[in-house]
């Protein structure tokens, strides 16, 4: 693509990958960005003063700008929600409206989570209905990313994964507990489309390339339980799956309803770029063969427990 990309969020486990794939395809970073964790390289920024979002655009000019940047702690959101919205709706926003002044192409990641979970398979034109905060913040972020700019891309993913400094994502918590011996309960009865973040990174690359805008959807290309998902995970890191233990979401008791069914139809990235989206296994079996490069680059991270400001 013509210009140069930026990317608010960029220690965070999409954003990372993002920085990866983009210098992967010889396309210049203007600039990342972190919030809490200081990087090198890195430029510290908080989306919710618009005056510190329109002076760093201001300043480096992107063509385009990716926002993985977001608090994706759903039962946190749900039991903050004027709070969180400060960072996922308000904050993004005052990118979209900045990127819009400038003239810059903008990025948002949002989520399966608008959706229902009723009857699963959903296309981009069906109709969103979330059933939790987290779910009405990014349904309501997508509306004014969209209305800001109609270049904008919206990404919808779902349980992205993969190698990321603070092992929050799902398969590094069923990794880390299986290598310790505990055992985990696991939603038997949540179906979704798990992604590698690595493959969610590249076809983003080749969106952009494109100059696609409006809703897509990227995800894995295997629909799956969230706790056969887990064992997959275990057998692939050579831990022992019995371990996982299947349940009912409802045992939880989480102050957040989470929708059973989000499975998300491909079949527009599909016509739209020939990468092709990966399964589950494949995907995990990627992840592994990534583990070198990884541990190499990990070392010239700062501890994750060094946090310079508070939590999105």
């Known amino acids: 693509m013509d210009g140069k990309v930026m990317v608010i969020g960029g220690t965070g486990l999409v ?70 919205r400060r960072v996922n709706v308000e904050g993004t926003l005052n990118v979209a409206l900045a990127c819009r002044e400038f003239g810059i192409r903008m990025i948002f990641y949002s ?27 990014k349904e309501q972020t997508e509306r004014g990313v969209l209305a800001a700019d109609p ?76 706790a056969e998902f887990a064992r997959r995970a275990a057998r692939a890191f050579g831990l022992d799956a019995s371990l996982i233990e299947a349940v009912s979401v409802d045992e939880f008791k989480s102050p957040t309803a989470r929708p059973k069914q989000t499975s998300l139809r491909t079949d527009k990235v599909r016509r739209a770029t020939p990468i092709p989206l990966l399964g589950v296994d494949e995907g995990l079996r990627r992840m592994l063969a990534m583990e070198p490069q990884w541990r190499e680059y990990a070392r010239t991270l700062p501890d994750p427990a060094a946090k310079v400001a508070p939590k999105n």
């Open 15 to 84: 954003g990372n990958a993002l920085l990866r794939a983009w210098r992967a395809a010889g396309v210049e970073v203007a600039a990342a960005t972190y919030h809490c964790h200081a990087s090198g390289g890195f430029l510290q920024l908080d989306m919710r003063d618009s005056g510190k979002v329109r002076a760093l655009l201001s300043a480096h000019r992107p063509a385009l700008v990716a926002v993985p940047a977001a608090n994706p702690y759903v039962d946190y959101c749900e039991e903050h929600p004027e709070e969180t």
């Open 111 to 137: 989520s399966d989570y608008v959706f229902d979970g009723i009857q699963g398979r959903y296309r981009e034109e069906d109709a969103t209905s979330p059933i939790n905060e987290y779910g009405r913040q």
């Open 151 to 226: 270049r904008n891309l919206v990404i919808r993913t779902a349980g992205a994964y993969g190698w990321q400094w603070e092992p929050k994502n799902f398969v590094l918590q069923v990794r880390r507990n299986l290598a310790a011996g505990r055992p985990m309960r696991v939603a038997g009865d949540l179906r979704y489309n798990p992604t590698y973040v690595e493959n969610l990174a590249e076809i983003t690359v080749a969106l952009a390339a494109g100059g696609a805008g409006g809703i897509f959807h990227v995800v894995g290309a295997e629909e799956i339980a969230r």
